[in-house]
């Protein structure tokens, strides 16, 4: 288990940077990242190179025997480069340029941007590649942040219609793919084919599934460059990314593939404020209706929905690479952060299995856009409440190093699929309806269980699991149909959600009875929908106890398609809500309307009693359990003290204070 914080050395007169690294050591931290946003510092000029600072810099770290993961800083091209040539801003779907003064304002298509990342990159591999001080890379920061993740510029649309032709192969397939004869779309030529941007008023939702690809996988490809030139000239080093937690607008799995780990920024604080909307129930705070957890940590079901998805890109450990340690600048109150919290933040990464956690920032900064975000120092150098939990999290290393020896090993997963996600939220049918709140409902009630859970794609190794929650998988393809059946018919358990199998690769609706390409795994059939006004609900008649109420919302009708299909619950008129298939040694189970929490939790808590799935505790709301190797870590992150029963053990576990219980 290792420390480190995120430096900016370039901030701050050189005679500090000493006293700074100094107490960098003696805080006991192991690493300090550098230089992600230091291209005009490094390169002031076209191919002319000023390594002088970033030497010394080192230097003064290495003096403290303080190791450096260095970035590729090509978030932020310099001024001489976007002047010089304009064209390589990003533009966004009004077909308005971004402008220098920001970061993440170019296109990663762009030729010009591309040679000279890789010039950039080239000259730091060919000075630090080999330099001992030197444990890793981060490339780039954030792909896709600051709603960069799609550009709509001249180059972008050649670059998408070369995309196409390799998808494609002929005009005939793609025109068939899309279904161009609704509204004589029907293209002639590549050439004809333009991004999907905001003059075209209604957009064909095969058209921006293709975009939404495209733009992904512009940006995997920019970051291979990179990859592929670190891992020539800086052999033996780490490289990685800071990703985003639940960010939706890159294929992370995609991302992460060729990378030797995930890292990512975790800000408690913000997410909440930009991110709960999308998460919770539409009417949760009234059903709610009073607070859960403490003003200034967060909200922790969202960061370990982040911390799960992360894992589970390689499905192995990961880093936080930026730890949030005090109040931030971009969020819509920025609560000012007590003590202890920034510790309980630490111990969350640590328990969901982090194994490095780098706290951004060092010092509060005097600069430009982030003068209101904290550090581990105030503005005036002095500690601020993250150095001082820092500093006593001295005392519980050794127990941190032995819990990160082990890696979390959930016996669930959530597919956490981006075709499914970006079809939804193209066309969602009605207008609320969201992939990620429905994935939510699934994940806040795993949670509560003390259920750990992995998200996954469905590239991902599904074997290890005893349940996998497939979610509304909205676009299925026969690779991935194939890949669900051995699963379920190697033993598996499947949960399916409503709006599965609908449509096919390209986002065109299947002919086949519903859920298509799943249909024989399903052992029903869906035969019609409805989307439910607020005021209309569906009384269900359960046999499973553990599952009551109506059915609001969305609502599918089932009927079994063999003798071997159980209807377990069903609506007042007697058709299905729910149904359980047996199928090879496995079985799936398809879920017919959209769930509240707890009805979500009802039924999981019944499959995690029949499968014998382990529940790492009995949890109050608000805290949160999890596990590596024989260690139950129990993290409070309310104001009220708690007694928790975990691994046979009755656990006090204080008002924002964590617990390890070794089984
Ligand atoms: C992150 C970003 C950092 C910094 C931080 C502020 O998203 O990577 O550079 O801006 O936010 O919270």
Redesign the pocket.
């Known amino acids: 288990m290792k420390l480190g914080v995120?430096y900016y050395p370039e901030h701050w007169p050189e005679e500090r940077w000493a006293i700074d690294a100094r107490m960098m050591r003696e805080l006991q931290l192991d690493y300090v990242r550098v230089a992600?946003?230091a291209w005009s510092l490094m390169e002031p000029a076209a191919g002319e190179y000023d390594w002088g600072w970033l030497d010394r810099a080192i230097d003064t770290l290495a003096a403290e025997g303080l190791p450096v993961i260095l970035c590729t800083p090509t978030a932020t091209p310099p001024a001489w480069l976007t002047r010089s040539h304009p064209d390589i801003l990003r533009m966004d779907s009004n077909r308005q340029y971004r402008d220098h003064g920001t970061?993440r304002h170019v296109c990663p298509n762009s030729p010009v941007y591309q040679k000279f990342s890789r010039q950039i990159v080239t000259a730091m591999a060919e000075r630090y590649g080999d330099d001992p001080r030197i444990v890793g890379w981060q490339i780039d920061?954030?792909f896709g942040?600051g709603k960069t993740g799609r550009c709509y510029c001249p180059f972008c649309q050649t670059a998408f219609q070369t995309w196409l032709e390799i998808r494609y192969h002929s005009l005939e397939a793609l025109n068939q793919a899309w279904g161009t004869a609704f509204w004589s779309q029907t293209y002639t030529a590549w050439d004809e084919i333009t991004p999907p941007h905001d003059g075209i008023n209604y957009k064909n939702p095969s058209h921006l599934l293709d975009f939404y690809r495209f733009s992904s996988d512009s940006l995997v490809s920019y970051q291979q460059e990179q990859i592929d030139l670190l891992r020539v000239k800086s052999p033996d080093r780490f490289i990685t990314h800071?990703f985003?937690g639940l960010f939706l607008d890159v294929e992370q799995f995609d991302l992460a593939r060729t990378l030797d780990f995930a890292t990512w920024?975790a800000?408690p604080t913000?997410f909440p404020d930009r991110q709960r909307a999308m998460l919770y129930p539409l009417n949760w705070d009234a059903q709610r209706n009073r607070p859960v957890y403490a003003y200034d940590v967060g909200e922790p079901e969202i960061i370990q929905m982040a911390n799960d998805l992360i894992r589970g890109l390689k499905q192995q450990p990961f880093w936080i690479m930026?730890q949030?340690c005090g109040h931030?600048?971009?969020a819509d109150v920025n609560p000012g952060v007590r003590p202890g919290t920034p510790r309980l933040w630490t111990w969350l990464s640590m328990a969901a299995g982090a194994d490095t956690v780098v706290y951004?920032?060092w010092r509060a900064t005097l600069l430009s856009?982030?003068q209101y975000?904290s550090g581990l120092l105030r503005h005036d150098g002095t500690p601020d409440v993250g150095f001082e939990d820092v500093k006593q999290l001295a005392e519980e290393r050794d127990l941190l190093a032995k819990l990160t020896e082990k890696p979390p090993q959930p016996e669930v997963a959530m597919v956490f699929d981006y075709d499914s996600l970006w079809a939804l939220t193209i066309n969602p049918h009605r207008r609320d309806f969201s992939y990620l709140r429905l994935q939510f409902a699934f994940y806040h009630a795993l949670q509560r269980l003390g259920i750990p859970v992995d998200l996954v794609s469905l590239k991902s190794d599904l074997t290890r699991y005893k349940l996998v929650l497939g979610g509304p998988l909205h676009i299925v393809n026969e690779q991935e149909a194939e890949t669900l059946h051995h699963y379920v018919e190697m033993g598996g358990n499947l949960l399916l959600g409503i709006r599965s199998g609908f449509k096919n690769d390209s986002s065109v609706v299947t002919d086949q009875p519903l859920p298509g390409l799943l249909h024989n795994l399903t052992g029903a059939t869906v035969t019609h929908w409805q989307s439910l006004p607020a005021e209309a609900a569906l009384p269900l008649r359960s046999i499973w106890p553990k599952i009551s109420g109506a059915a609001g919302y969305w609502t599918e009708f089932l009927q079994p398609a063999s003798d071997r299909a159980r209807v377990l619950v069903s609506y007042e008129n007697g058709e299905a809500a729910l149904v359980a298939n047996p199928h090879g040694s496995g079985q799936t189970i398809y879920l017919g309307w959209y769930p509240t929490i707890e009805q979500a939790k009802g039924l999981l808590e019944t499959l995690a009693d029949q499968l014998s799935i382990e529940r790492l505790a009995n949890l109050p709301d608000g805290v949160l359990a999890a596990k590596r190797g024989n260690h139950t870590i129990l993290l409070n992150f309310t104001d009220q003290p708690y007694e928790v029963v975990a691994a046979g053990q009755t656990v006090a576990v204080g008002p924002r204070d964590v617990k390890v219980v070794e089984s």
Do not use: A, P, T, V
Request: proline share 0%; with cysteine.
């Open positions: 995120c992600e946003f970061r920061n954030e942040g800071n985003m920024d800000y913000g930026e949030q931030i600048n971009w951004f920032r856009h982030e975000h």
